[in-house]
């Protein structure tokens, strides 16, 4: 069918997004027509993290390369919780908490696909549109009956519950792969969706839904998945000393966002270009060749923080990102607005409020009270050297570095915000008390 991308699972394969796949080769033949797929999400939070980036980005790489999308956000397996490869039991959510994290994943999702495109338009659904009505009765005789318990305690990810000492698992969960294979069932029967992807730890869900397709509507359908993404280290992607950096600007700001993929390690820089950007396989290989030439930091970090930035946070968020970088990496943050300095402090840059009275205290007592120095020797010293900078001015030693001279009122960023420089590194914001 024209229009659609033929070489598309050959550029995920380049890029190292295809795990596995079901079909013994037959998908590439499949996907030589405008197909529709979906992907999965549950809502365990109120917003997605970059976790679910990878699978969010290659529904957009589908689409692009002609086919249908959908987003299914789980407002029934949300309810159970999924045990794939978890150590324990989830703990369950109220009905009024999970639907509430649905509408804003909803929206959350809507960033990534395009829904005026014509016959590959996207489509975001919800599953407890066919489960909140199906009696209990009605489902194990049309669902249960095709599950094989013997098959499924053999699944990696229910075994390893099973043997794991002091854990097993409940019913409840034991049954989410009946509503996961259930979700693709229907999905093909009202929209013809022929493909899942998901994550690697989705293979025994979505192999379940393949074969409950193909006893229910004896439909042929596939499945892929995609790698969870980890680091050299093995350290968890997606966390910091800070926690989860997520989706939605309230959580994660964009310079936080920013930061997160501008510290990648070269370990991951060029894997992490594959997987999160719309770079070509062949520019991402050039970059990597310019930087192995180049003496000094790469480049392919700056590269990869500005595209993750602005198809998540778009141009706004990432000029937002770029210049507070500037501003704090030069220490002329005198420009800087109300809300990128509230971002600041989103971000957990360390912050106090300033007392109302001084009385004696002297500066070098304050910042040393505040965290900056664990005595008031390395502020002294920083204070000599003119190493110490006030919303983007030197301050030193001299008579005029009294508290309440370097934190007048009149010199305040946004009329109540000080931040402060110790050294290269070191950031304090100060408030006036309102």
Not at 230 to 256: C, H, M, N, Q, V
Not at 345 to 368: K, T, Y
């Amino acid at each position: 069918m024209a229009g659609v991308d033929a070489t598309l699972l050959k550029d995920l394969d380049r890029r190292g997004l295809i795990n596995q796949a079901t079909g013994d080769g037959e998908l590439t033949q499949h996907l030589a027509e405008c197909r529709t797929l979906y992907c999965g999400f549950d809502p365990t939070a109120d917003s997605l993290h970059i976790g679910s980036l990878v699978p969010l980005l290659t529904l957009k790489r589908f689409q692009a390369a002609g086919h249908k999308p959908i987003a299914l956000v789980g407002g029934a397996t949300g309810l159970i919780g999924d045990p794939s490869f978890k150590a324990q039991e989830r703990s369950l959510n109220s009905p009024e908490v999970v639907d509430g994290w649905v509408e804003k994943l909803k929206r959350q999702v809507s960033q990534f696909i395009d829904f005026d495109c014509g016959e590959n338009s996207a489509l975001v659904v919800n599953n407890l549109d066919w489960t909140k009505d199906l009696s209990v009765l009605d489902f194990l005789r049309d669902v249960g009956k095709h599950f094989s318990v013997n098959n499924m305690v053999n699944k990696e990810s229910v075994k390893q519950r099973i043997q794991r000492e002091g854990e097993g698992i409940s019913f409840t969960e034991f049954a989410y792969i009946l509503l996961q294979s259930m979700d693709f069932s229907e999905l093909y029967r009202r929209h013809n969706c022929t493909l899942q992807i998901g994550g690697s730890d989705q293979w025994g869900n979505i192999t379940g839904g393949v074969d409950l397709t193909r006893r229910q509507h004896r439909g042929k359908v596939y499945g892929m998945t995609l790698p969870l993404v980890t680091k050299a280290d093995g350290s968890k992607f997606g966390k910091t000393e800070s926690g989860t950096i997520w989706l939605d600007a309230s959580r994660t700001s964009p310079y936080a966002f920013y930061q997160f993929w501008l510290n990648t390690a070269d370990a991951d820089v060029y894997k992490f270009l594959r997987y999160f950007t719309f770079l070509s396989v062949d520019e991402i290989e050039a970059i990597e060749d310019a930087d192995r030439e180049r003496a000094g930091r790469p480049e392919a970090q700056g590269i990869l923080a500005r595209e993750v930035t602005r198809l998540v946070h778009g141009d706004e968020g990432l000029a937002a990102a770029e210049r507070i970088s500037r501003a704090l990496f030069s220490g002329e943050i005198a420009g800087l607005s109300a809300g990128d300095l509230e971002q600041l402090r989103l971000d957990g840059l360390p912050s106090s409020s300033l007392p109302a009275e001084f009385g004696g205290q002297s500066l070098i007592n304050l910042l040393v009270e505040a965290g900056m120095a664990p005595s008031g020797k390395p502020v002294k010293d920083a204070l000599g050297r003119k190493a110490v900078l006030v919303n983007g001015e030197t301050v030193g030693l001299e008579s005029n570095a009294e508290p309440q001279s370097v934190f007048a009122p009149g010199r305040a960023l946004a009329g109540r915000f000080f931040i402060v420089r110790l050294g290269k590194k070191k950031y304090h914001m100060f408030e006036l008390a309102g």
